[in-house]
């Protein structure tokens, strides 16, 4: 049985992401089958929302940093460099899909997994839940196109004030700068996204798609120089030091 699974519900499909363990954090294999579900309903046009959500008390503490198959140790710099591209590829999968999409936070969303919660279109946070961002406070940079979403929602400044103090964002905070867009009770986030989803229900899908890519259409244009350059600098980080 895989990590991730798809439940449809009429014009609505859930994805859950549920490891099992080590607090849902982000391995090779998850990232893999994240990547594969959002490629998978990106082509169901008769959907009109995608819910994606983690655990009843985790959405995902960010990436396992004892997966050694995400550093590959061994591999050449310019394997390592697509190899460490796969979080950018699975958020981008997640960006691109023509439907609303809507994250349904429980508990913490951490680096890698506040990075695949802003993908969505909505975020539904609910009490208890945190994003946070602590890359810079581990001397690396918010790769996976993050900086690019991160400053689309809260602006430049912000964005700099909550990478460098490594700010714990709840929901209040999150629903007040942008980054959150709902707050529900705890344990309450899929049915309030359920509930949003539905409101938006009546909207033309190929309408939505065409609102999306236009909307989109600036951060597309900033996103994948800063995204090559972050991988490419983290992949001869890792070169250099082997780890």
């Known amino acids: 049985m895989g990590m991730v ?18 607090a849902n954090a982000l391995n090779g294999e998850a990232i893999a089958e994240l990547t594969r579900a959002a490629q998978a309903l990106e082509g169901e ?18 990436v396992d940093l004892g997966d050694a198959s995400l550093w590959a140790a061994d591999a050449s710099l310019p394997m390592r460099h697509h190899i460490l591209g796969a979080g950018g590829r699975m958020v981008e999968a997640w960006r691109r899909l023509p439907q ?16 695949l919660a802003l993908a969505a279109d909505f975020r539904v946070m609910a009490e208890g839940a945190v994003l946070r961002f602590p890359e810079v406070r581990l001397g690396m940079t918010l790769g996976w196109g993050g900086l690019s979403l991160l400053c689309a929602l809260v602006g430049p400044a912000r964005a700099k004030r909550i990478l460098f103090r490594d700010e714990t964002i709840d929901p ?42 236009a909307i989109d259409a600036e951060l597309n244009a900033n996103w ?20």
């Open 100 to 115: 609303i999409v809507i994250a349904a936070v429980e508990g913490p969303a951490i680096g890698g997994g506040a990075i």
């Open 172 to 213: 209040a905070v999150a629903l007040a700068m942008g980054l959150a867009d709902e707050t529900a009770p705890r344990g309450e986030a899929l049915a309030a996204a359920r509930a949003l989803a539905a409101e938006m229900a009546g909207s033309a899908p190929l309408a939505v798609a065409m609102t999306k890519r």
């Open 224 to 243: 994948a120089a800063p995204y090559e350059a972050d991988q490419f600098l983290l992949a001869r980080l890792v070169n250099e030091t082997g780890r």
């Open 5 to 22: 699974e798809i439940e449809r519900e009429g014009a609505l499909a859930v994805v859950r992401y549920d490891r099992g363990a080590k």
């Open 45 to 62: 046009r008769d959907l009109s929302a995608i819910l994606l959500t983690g655990t009843p008390t985790r959405f995902s503490a960010g």
